[in-house]
């Protein structure tokens, strides 16, 4: 599956840059489900990368906010052979609901690997954490970013996370050439929690670009 991801720096706030000529013009969705460009990361190489090495074997993964799939196809490639990968997103930015090219093009990309099980969870996490029991042994944070929505997101879900598993922010801290500022949700978050010691039990195990990576004592 050919997939684009993000290059540094980053050009203007909305323009995100992909190194490919053509994709400016196929920004649409219906393209990347189409197969005319690749479906799009909303992230890095080196991201794409810390993805992989920490979903690497992992039998409980949870990702909120899914988009084309990229992410999710990523840590689909390395994950336990007996795993399960729960994919939560309601698609609702999508102007054509019924059609929802985003959702067409991240089911495309997912199901480009035969890898585990994938169950897709079509609902905002809020709703989705109100009826979870499982325990999770890596959850990605990359849904609702303002201050409010992600604090949600880290109050609903970090109780699943077993100890030694990993919760992974993403748009979370400042870097060179990067796209952040320090009044994004999960930046501001990550500082009240981790790097000024609210939750005593996680400690920050990697950054990188815009992820910070904490794993539960
Ligand atoms: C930044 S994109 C995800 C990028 C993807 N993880 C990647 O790296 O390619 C954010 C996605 O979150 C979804 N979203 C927004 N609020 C959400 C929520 N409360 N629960 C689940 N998904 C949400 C949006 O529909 C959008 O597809």
């Known amino acids: 599956m050919r997939y684009a991801v993000l290059n540094l720096p980053r050009i203007s706030d909305t323009a995100m840059t992909y190194g490919n000529r053509l994709i400016p013009a196929l920004r649409h969705p219906v393209f990347g489900w189409l197969g005319l460009r690749p479906v799009l990361a909303q992230h890095t190489a080196d991201e794409h990368d810390a993805l992989r090495r920490w979903a690497r074997d992992r039998a409980r993964i949870v990702e909120i906010g899914v988009a084309e799939g990229v992410s999710a196809l990523?840590?689909?490639?390395?994950?336990?052979?007996?795993?399960?990968?729960?994919?939560?997103?309601?698609?609702?930015?999508?102007?054509?609901?019924?059609?929802?090219?985003?959702?067409?093009?991240?089911?495309?990309?997912?199901?480009?690997?035969?890898?585990?099980?994938?169950?897709?969870?079509?609902?905002?996490?809020?709703?989705?954490?109100?009826?979870?029991?499982k325990p999770i042994d890596l959850l990605l944070i990359d849904g609702d970013h303002s201050p409010r929505g992600v604090q949600q997101d880290w109050s609903d879900w970090n109780r699943f996370i077993e100890p030694g598993g990993v919760a992974i922010f993403h748009d979370a801290r400042l870097f060179d050439g990067g796209w952040t500022s320090a009044d994004y949700g999960p930046v501001r978050l990550i500082d009240a929690l981790f790097r000024k010691g609210r939750a005593s039990s996680w400690r920050i195990v990697e950054e990188v670009h815009s992820l910070v990576v904490v794993r539960r004592d």
């Open 74 to 133: 990523a840590m689909r490639q390395v994950m336990s052979e007996t795993g399960s990968l729960y994919l939560i997103d309601p698609f609702h930015l999508s102007r054509l609901q019924t059609l929802n090219f985003t959702r067409r093009a991240a089911h495309r990309a997912v199901e480009s690997c035969s890898r585990g099980e994938v169950v897709w969870i079509e609902e905002f996490s809020f709703k989705a954490a109100s009826g979870w029991n």
